[in-house]
């Protein structure tokens, strides 16, 4: 038995979707972990993404969404992923994941998701120990004193003159994985340009350099709110294009950005030593 699939992306930020919520009832699905996530998301052997997203059924939201990195480990948030199943719903949704919920709702400019609130606490980042997350007494060589925010999911953000000139390839992952972040972090070097523009890159917490990330974006544009560096509505540019970030009155955060359908098929599990 073959399954579908639908490929996806928020400014080349990639995806493949799998559906399991009910729509096709004739299809059934692996049980879906670490090892067959990395194993669809690989890009010579398999179908190819950053992530793998499974939509299933919820009894808190009108779905549930899980994200599974490319290397396999399943993950709170993902704000590219949200604006692309917002418009494979193609109608507002409460969509539940593991960092609370979300709602996805379409507009002329795209899909807007209201992300949440914030936290900046220590502990709900989370950091080994306690320290002040708003200007954090660390450094990673020329990457010093940054904030650390949870959107959904966790991110330590470096304002810097170019995120250009910052070899990411190489400071990412020794972040990524410092014992500071039991739970590993997102990365972000981002440059204020204007009171109303930001320049980013991220590296992803299980993705490494990605073309775009929503949630390093919100992360990086609370940040910079939060140090007074901008006014509460921004646009932060990523290589892979422009998202709307506003941070609410209420503390709600709201993201605004295109997402694209590639193209569908469908594969044999089998092809991956996977049984149904």
Known sequence: MRIEFTKMHGLGNDFVVLDARGANPGQALPAVDATFAAALADRHTGIGCDQLILLEPSDLGDFRMRIFNADGSEVEACGNATRAVGLLHGAAARIETLGGLVIATPTGGGISVEMGKPSFDWNAIPLAYAMDTHAMPVAWEELVNPIAVNVGNPHVIFFVEDPHAIDMARL???????????????????????????????????????????????????GAMKRGLVDRRVTVTLPGGPLAIEWREDGGIVMTGPATESFRGSFDPAHYGLAI
């Open 172 to 222: 990412g992952p020794l972040i990524e994985t410092d014992p500071l972040f039991p739970d590993r972090v997102n990365v972000n070097v981002a440059a204020v340009t204007a009171r109303d523009a930001i320049t980013l890159r991220v590296w992803e917490r299980g993705a490494g350099l990605t073309r775009a990330c929503g949630t390093g974006a919100c992360a990086t544009a609370i």
